[in-house]
C-alpha cells in the first residue's frame, strides 16, 4: 500500500480551498466602473458658441448625462436661431465643475479657433485601480476645421492646469502659432509662452518672477503683437503702477518700460494701420503729481517702443483708445444724464489725431458710455446703459468711423429699452445678445443681421452667461 504523505495532502487541501475561496470572492465582486471622460467638440455651421445659464450657479451637476452637460457647458448658435450641442462628454461623475466661455478667438486662416473659457473645468473620475482623481480641461482650447481639439495649457488630464487670467493675454501669430501668458495655479510667476499647433510644442519665451508682497506683485493685463510678429506690447503691473513693456520677441531682454510710475498707464493700443504706439498716461514721480493735470498727457511713439515720444495730447489722458484707420485713433467719452425734460442727447467719439474731428450721434437722455467696447475694422459697438428701480439695462450702437455714422443696432429688437444683457458679442456679420427683459424676467437672446438690423431671436428660454460671436 502507498503511504500516504500527510503534510503534502494538508497543503494541497489547503491550497485548494484558498483557490476556491478567491474564485467565489472574484465571481461575488461587482468591477470597477472606470470612469474617465471621452469628450468631443463639434462646431459644424456655428455662427456663435453660448455657455451656461446666466442664473445657474457655477456648479453643474450633469456629469452623469452628456446630453445635460452639453446643454449647460457649450452650445452652438445657428443662422437660423437655434441652438444646438457644440461638446459631448461620456464618463465623468460628480461634483463637476465647467468653465465659462469667455471668447473666441479666429486663427489667421480663419478655419481654427480658440476657445478662452474663464477657469479651468474639472469632474471627478474613477481609475482602473479604483482611485479617484480630478480630471481638467484647461482654459486654452484649439478646435480645428475638423473639430479634432488640443488643449493648449495642459501637460497631464489630472494634474491642475496653468490659468490665464485674461481673453487679452492670448494672441495667434501670423504663421499660425499661438502665444500665451500664464501662470501656475497657485503662484504669480507668469510665463510667456508660444505654442506651435503643427509640433505640439510648448516654448518658454521669458520668465515674470512675482512678486512676495502686495507692492511687489506682478500682473499681466494682456498684450498685443506688432504687424510683423516682430515686438511684444505687454500691460503690466507691479503692486500699483502700471505700466506698457515693449520687447523684440528675439530678446525679451531688450525692453523698454513706458509710464512706469503710480498709476501711470491709462488707455495704449498699438495701431496695425500704421505700426505705431499709443499711449496715455498720468506722468510723475509723488503724489501730489497724479493731481496736477501737466502731467498728463497721450503720446505716440513707433513700434520699438524707443526714442523720444510725441505728444499728441497735453494736459490730457484717455481710458480709451481705438485705432480704426492710419491717422484715425479715437477716444470715447461717457455721457450722463441730460437737461429736464430732455428725451434725446447727443454723444460722440473723437479722434485724437485731429481734435476737431467727431462723430455725433443720438441717444436717449438717461443712457451713459458703459466702458464697454467691442471693434471689428471700422466699425466701433459702444454699450451704453441707465438706471430704472435699481436695475441696470443696457444697449449698443454702431460708430461707422468710415462714414461717420452712428445708430442704435438694437432698435428691432422688441422692447429693447428694457433689457439687462448678460453677454454680448459681434463679428462682421451680426451682433449677438443675451440677457432678460426688465419687465418680466423672460430671456431677450438676439441674433441681429447688422447690414440690415432684422433681429433673430435665439431659441433658449434662458440667458447665456456668455456668448462669443465666430
Known amino acids: 500500500m502507498k503511504k500516504i504523505n500527510l503534510k503534502k495532502t494538508l497543503f494541497v487541501l489547503i491550497s485548494g480551498l484558498f483557490l476556491f475561496s478567491q474564485v467565489a470572492c472574484d465571481r461575488n465582486s461587482k468591477p470597477v466602473e472606470v470612469t474617465i471622460p471621452t469628450i468631443s467638440f463639434n462646431l459644424s455651421n456655428a455662427t456663435a458658441l453660448a455657455s451656461g445659464d446666466a442664473s445657474a450657479a457655477r456648479f453643474a451637476r450633469s456629469a452623469r ?11 452652438k448658435v445657428l443662422s437660423d436661431g437655434s441652438i444646438q450641442a457644440a461638446f459631448s462628454i461620456e464618463g465623468g461623475e460628480d461634483p463637476s465643475e465647467w468653465g465659462k466661455l469667455d471668447s473666441v478667438i479666429k486663427s489667421p486662416n480663419g478655419e481654427d479657433y480658440i476657445l478662452y473659457f474663464d477657469f479651468p473645468s474639472q469632474t471627478l473620475v474613477t481609475l482602473e485601480d479604483g482611485s479617484q482623481t480630478n480630471w481638467y480641461l484647461s482654459q486654452l482650447i484649439l478646435v480645428h476645421s475638423d473639430n479634432s481639439y488640443e488643449d493648449i495649457l495642459l501637460s497631464t488630464p489630472y494634474k491642475t492646469p496653468y490659468i490665464v487670467d485674461k481673453k487679452d493675454c492670448v494672441k495667434f501669430m501670423n504663421d499660425g502659432s499661438i502665444l500665451y501668458v500664464c501662470r501656475d495655479s497657485g503662484g504669480y510667476d507668469y510665463y510667456f509662452n508660444k505654442y506651435e499647433p503643427s509640433s505640439k510644442n510648448t516654448t518658454e519665451l521669458c520668465h515674470f518672477p512675482g512678486g512676495t508682497d502686495n507692492e511687489s506683485n506682478v500682473y499681466i493685463h494682456g498684450f498685443q503683437i506688432s504687424n510683423d510678429n516682430t515686438y511684444i506690447y505687454l500691460d503690466c503691473s507691479i503692486g500699483d503702477k502700471r505700466y506698457l513693456k515693449v520687447f523684440p520677441l528675439s530678446n525679451p531682454d531688450d525692453a523698454v518700460e513706458l509710464g512706469k510710475v503710480k498709476i501711470g498707464l491709462h488707455g495704449w493700443s498699438y495701431n496695425p494701420y500704421d505700426g505705431t504706439l499709443y499711449y496715455s498716461v498720468r506722468d510723475g514721480e509723488k503724489e501730489e503729481d497724479l493731481d496736477d493735470p501737466t502731467k498728463w498727457y497721450t503720446a505716440k511713439l513707433g513700434e520699438t517702443g524707443k526714442g523720444n515720444p510725441e505728444i499728441i495730447l497735453e494736459d490730457k489722458f484717455c481710458n480709451f483708445l481705438v485705432p480704426t484707420a492710419e491717422d484715425e485713433v479715437w477716444t470715447i467719452f461717457s455721457v450722463g444724464t441730460g437737461q429736464e425734460n430732455e428725451t434725446e442727447i447727443t454723444a460722440n467719439i473723437q479722434n485724437i489725431l485731429n481734435e476737431e474731428e467727431k462723430i455725433e450721434f443720438t441717444i436717449p437722455a438717461d443712457f451713459y458710455f458703459d466702458e464697454k467696447y467691442l471693434h471689428v475694422g471700422d466699425i466701433i459697438y459702444l454699450e451704453y446703459q441707465h438706471h430704472k428701480d435699481d436695475m441696470r439695462l443696457q444697449n449698443i450702437y454702431s460708430v461707422d468711423t468710415a462714414s461717420k455714422k452712428g445708430e442704435n ?21 451680426s451682433l449677438f445678445i443675451s440677457g432678460t427683459y426688465y419687465t418680466d424676467g423672460s430671456a431677450a437672446n438676439y441674433k441681429i443681421d447688422l447690414s440690415t438690423l432684422e433681429a433673430i431671436k435665439i431659441d433658449s428660454a434662458t440667458a447665456f452667461a456668455s456668448i462669443a460671436a465666430l
Open 409 to 429: 443696432v438694437m432698435k428691432n429688437v422688441p422692447d429693447w429699452e428694457n433689457i439687462t444683457l448678460a453677454s454680448w458679442s459681434v463679428n462682421e456679420e
Open 65 to 75: 448625462a452628456a446630453a445635460e452637460v452639453s446643454d449647460s457647458f457649450l452650445q
